[in-house]
């Protein structure tokens, strides 16, 4: 959710300016009071609430749509719509915005207030109010967010190693979804398998017991499917990614935690179990905590600009998907050292082409796509025979799929180009003397 102060400057500007502009945005809470004839309800279980605002001057609209926490699970509570009957008050030296507002389904009146205190936090009052005696009733609901700068980031590696669903929840401790983040991070140590599942649950595991679920209209956490490539180089069979480092305008990089840093900063990385995290760092200070396929960085108060390395490798397995396809040798080489340097790319148009490459029945790069600048890496040959495969993960626009290899070392220096299909590989046979 961008900065609470933009909205509340667009709030007014609409207000006061302009009597047909109007502006739409939602707020979550995390803090909620409920009083009944003037006194407090308490629920046994942990709630939260959006709030979609459809804000004018005379026909403004609010959505209150409120959850419960029950066991590890997020669920829909109730929600009540509001529309503004009358014009718009506000008190400037609190902060206070309020209006008349009725509810169509029962036709009952509401004096809806929103203030924006100077801590950087908000407040939504709902309270009764009975239009012909012109008071308001003792029944009110209260929403309030956090003040507090607090960041929760978690990746989840696919397979290939060349993409991630990734998690961020803003606040976590307003909206409480730590206990859930906090009940993936304690289950990896358990061997539970944590898989995306929709855009309503985050994750599960494979009793669907544990979830992570991502409310709808939720805007202080987002889910998204990111690809990393740009931010993934490859060597000597291990990939390492680095997040943005790139300066701003205002002297920012890396992620960024305003003005004063973060309050509470963690960052996690999730792996399937065909991916080994060989190691992290970051270049703030924090604590490290390695689990069983995941590592969570536990930044220090008021840590700003963060830069992550990770790296890891798609462990040794069989490469069993070759055996269904036939394999053809295209060429044989002798160089003189084992450690050799590998590079492809498209020699020709480039078409989506995707491969995979296995070295001696093993895979080293899984789903690979093949674009005209090169990707470079090292293998570590045994002496004798070596034998480098490309499978076809697809066929491309025009098949069959193509690629150009470079294989150097001491002074050897040999361009190859394979072909391959989705029932055909081809096979380099490298000799080490």
């Avoid at 270049?283 to 995941?294: I, V």
């Avoid at 690979?368 to 495969?389: A, I, Q």
Wanted: some cysteine.
């Amino acid at each position: 959710m961008k900065n609470i102060l933009f909205y509340l400057f667009l709030f007014q500007l609409f207000i006061s300016v302009s009597a047909k502009g109007q502006i739409q945005f939602s707020i979550s809470y995390g803090q909620i009071v409920e009083k009944k004839n003037g006194i407090e309800t308490f629920s046994n279980v942990w709630e939260f609430a959006t709030i979609d605002m459809v804000v004018s001057n005379n026909n403004s609209k609010f959505n209150v749509t409120r959850y419960e926490k029950v066991l590890d699970s997020i669920n829909f509570k109730n929600t009540l719509n509001l529309e503004q009957v009358e014009k718009w008050n506000y008190i400037s030296e609190k902060g206070v915005n309020w209006c008349l507002a009725k509810n169509p389904a029962d036709n009952k009146y509401y004096i809806a207030v929103y203030t924006f205190y100077l801590n950087n936090t908000s407040e939504f009052l709902i309270t009764e109010f009975d239009l012909q005696k012109q008071e308001m009733s003792k029944n009110s609901i209260s929403f309030r967010n956090s003040a507090s700068n607090e960041k929760d980031m978690l990746s989840f590696l696919s397979g290939d190693g060349m993409s991630v669903y990734r998690y961020d929840v803003s606040n976590s401790n307003s909206f409480n979804l730590n206990n859930s983040i906090n009940l993936a991070r304690k289950s990896v140590s358990d061997n539970v398998k944590l898989s995306f599942t929709s855009d309503q649950v985050l994750l599960k595991d494979e009793t669907d017991f544990l979830k992570i679920v991502f409310p709808p209209d939720y805007n202080h956490s987002y889910l998204m499917h990111r690809d990393i490539s740009r931010n993934t180089t490859f060597k000597d069979g291990v990939y390492t990614f680095k997040n943005d480092s790139i300066v701003t305008s205002d002297g920012n990089y890396g992620i960024v935690g305003g003005k004063n840093g973060f309050d509470k900063f963690t960052y996690s990385w999730f792996v399937p179990d065909n991916i080994e995290i060989i190691s992290y760092k970051c270049n703030r200070p924090g604590k490290w905590k390695k689990d069983y396929n995941a590592a969570t960085f536990y930044g220090d108060k008021g840590i700003n600009n963060v830069l992550f390395e990770i790296s890891y490798k798609i462990k040794n397995v069989a490469a069993k998907e070759i055996e269904k396809t036939s394999i053809a040798l295209k060429e044989k080489i002798s160089i003189p050292n084992k450690k050799t340097k590998v590079s492809i790319w498209d020699n020709n148009v480039e078409d989506g082409d995707i491969i995979s490459l296995s070295l001696n029945g093993e895979w080293i790069v899984r789903n690979l796509e093949v674009k005209k600048c090169r990707t470079s890496f090292y293998l570590n040959l045994d002496p004798g025979e070596n034998f480098l495969v490309m499978k076809a993960e697809n066929t491309g626009s025009t098949p069959p799929n193509t690629a150009a290899f470079l294989i150097e070392t001491d002074g050897f220096s040999k361009e190859i180009i394979l072909n391959s299909d989705m029932g055909k590989s081809e096979m380099i046979q490298i000799d080490v003397k």
